[in-house]
């Protein structure tokens, strides 16, 4: 099996950063997060054939903050990219080839939100790539992202629409490429990480390093007690307490709703629906308010997605570096 590069794509609040750390603890294994390259850039500045596109791909490369961080050297990233196919994959990969050399490791990966959405021209581009889509639990997610940034734009239909979509792409890829891509679930690799960290070492076509339990390979994460929704957590550790932990911060009518639209999806990746408490007036709420303002969330985020796909997603203004000289 050829050692491609290896992606972990899912959803915030899903485990994504967990993944991220056990991976970069790895010896052979240099990840990157959240550059979201293919994100921002695949296909935003025509064909890089032309050398003006080019050129322009590069100066704003130069200026995203999230590559800055990488410390590229934008003379050798043209002279390499110049050299062979001129195609946006190729790009990327020699930023990432180039940091991956500077940490004297042989394999790359990256950890960007919704990775999923680049599947297929991923795997087409490179031999051997392997990309694991962590999912959790949609109520859990839910109520750690209201908890991390309070008010959760779109409610719960939103995030529920937001579950269900990559979730569909995860089940789509999965069954196309199963060779290549792999469903983790956050529960398993809390619950049970040296089995589920073993698994995706076989998966990816590396022995399993103890070291990747200790995610010393984090330390920007590590250090500052992870990013968790419920408070730093004290020291390295892999904990199960996230889990279930709607059930204390959700009201019944989100619990209701969630399972109400997500309930074959839920059920197939383990994910049990549960009794919820409404009744009376909460009920008739449920049923008569709740339900349908959520519904109208799912289909405008929806729709929202739709204009944003079309239109690119380019670098936001708040992520790019002032280019000017300071006085």
């Known amino acids: 099996m050829t050692a491609g590069p290896i992606f972990v794509a899912g959803l915030e609040r899903s485990g994504t950063s967990l993944a991220y750390a056990m991976l970069a603890s790895h010896p052979r294994i240099a990840m990157t997060r959240r550059t979201n390259l293919w994100t921002h850039f695949y296909n935003q500045y025509g064909d890089l054939a032309d050398l003006d596109n080019f050129e322009r791909c590069v100066a704003m490369m130069m200026r995203y903050k999230r590559i800055v961080k990488l410390q590229p050297d934008a003379d050798r990233l043209r002279r390499d990219f110049l050299a062979g196919d001129r195609t946006y994959a190729r790009l990327f990969s020699l930023v990432e080839e180039h940091y991956a050399e500077r940490v004297g490791k042989p394999r790359?990966?990256?950890?960007?939100?919704?990775?999923?959405?680049?599947?297929?021209?991923?795997?087409?581009?490179?031999?051997?790539?392997?990309?694991?889509?962590?999912?959790?639990?949609?109520?859990?997610?839910?109520?750690?992202?209201?908890?991390?940034?309070?008010?959760?734009?779109?409610?719960?239909?939103?995030?529920?629409?937001?579950?269900?979509?990559?979730?569909?792409?995860?089940?789509?890829?999965?069954?196309?490429?199963?060779?290549?891509?792999?469903?983790?679930?956050?529960?398993?690799?809390?619950?049970d990480p040296e089995e589920t960290v073993?698994?995706?070492?076989?998966?990816?076509?590396?022995?399993?390093?103890?070291?990747?339990?200790?995610?010393?390979?984090?330390?920007?994460?590590?250090?500052?007690?992870?990013?968790?929704?419920?408070?730093?957590?004290?020291?390295?550790?892999?904990?199960?307490?996230?889990?279930?932990?709607?059930?204390?911060?959700?009201?019944?009518?989100?619990?209701?709703?969630?399972?109400?639209?997500?309930?074959?999806?839920?059920?197939?990746?383990?994910?049990?629906?549960?009794?919820?408490?409404?009744?009376?007036?909460?009920?008739?709420?449920?049923?008569?308010?709740?339900?349908?303002?959520?519904?109208a969330r799912m289909a405008a985020w929806r729709t929202r997605e739709l204009v944003r796909d079309r239109r690119g997603r380019p670098v936001p203004e708040y992520r790019i570096v002032d280019s000017a000289p300071k006085s």
């Open 108 to 191: 790359w990966g990256d950890k960007s939100l919704n990775t999923e959405n680049f599947a297929e021209p991923i795997l087409n581009a490179y031999e051997g790539a392997r990309i694991l889509h962590m999912i959790r639990d949609p109520r859990d997610r839910f109520a750690s992202s209201v908890t991390r940034w309070e008010k959760r734009r779109g409610g719960v239909g939103a995030g529920t629409a937001e579950w269900l979509a990559s979730v569909h792409r995860a089940e789509e890829f999965q069954a196309r490429f199963p060779a290549s891509y792999m469903i983790v679930r956050y529960e398993d690799l809390v619950t």
């Open 198 to 295: 073993s698994t995706i070492c076989g998966f990816i076509g590396e022995d399993y390093d103890p070291a990747m339990l200790t995610m010393g390979g984090a330390p920007s994460l590590t250090e500052k007690g992870f990013n968790s929704s419920y408070g730093p957590v004290e020291g390295i550790q892999i904990s199960t307490a996230s889990i279930g932990r709607f059930r204390s911060i959700l009201p019944p009518s989100q619990v209701a709703f969630v399972q109400l639209v997500a309930n074959e999806e839920m059920a197939r990746h383990g994910y049990p629906s549960e009794p919820t408490e409404l009744d009376g007036i909460a009920k008739y709420a449920y049923r008569t308010g709740r339900v349908p303002l959520e519904l």
